[in-house]
């Protein structure tokens, strides 16, 4: 499984989820997930303030097992490292999510109502 950039070139025509894929947004980058080359997701990050970065988006086909959506979320933490942020946002109400968000180190964000975020050192 891995994630990787957008580019504009590719044929995304055939994707069940082609229609919810932005690329014209300046302030945000979207990446594919991958397995075994087989496209089966997306994630969008957005700068959303100061050393800030919000995942705006996450799309994946249903997974083998729920093994992946933790491996997604590793590979999300690790490509969000490299931008230098302070923080990785996630908005959510799901119950599911939010345990899962604490179980990874998740905090909940106390400037915005049903927001995560993830702190980086």
Known sequence: ????????????????????????????????IKDNQEIIGFINL????????????FVICKPDHSEQIIEVFYHILELVEKEDVDHLL???DQESLVELLNWLGFKRWSEAHHTYGYPYP
């Open 46 to 57: 957005k700068n959303v303030g100061q050393n800030l970065m919000k995942l705006d988006k």
């Open 90 to 92: 996630i908005e959510t």
């Open 1 to 32: 499984m891995l994630l990787s950039q957008l580019k504009l070139e590719e044929d995304l025509s055939n994707l069940p989820f082609n229609h919810l894929i932005k690329t014209d947004q300046t302030d945000s980058s979207t990446y594919l």
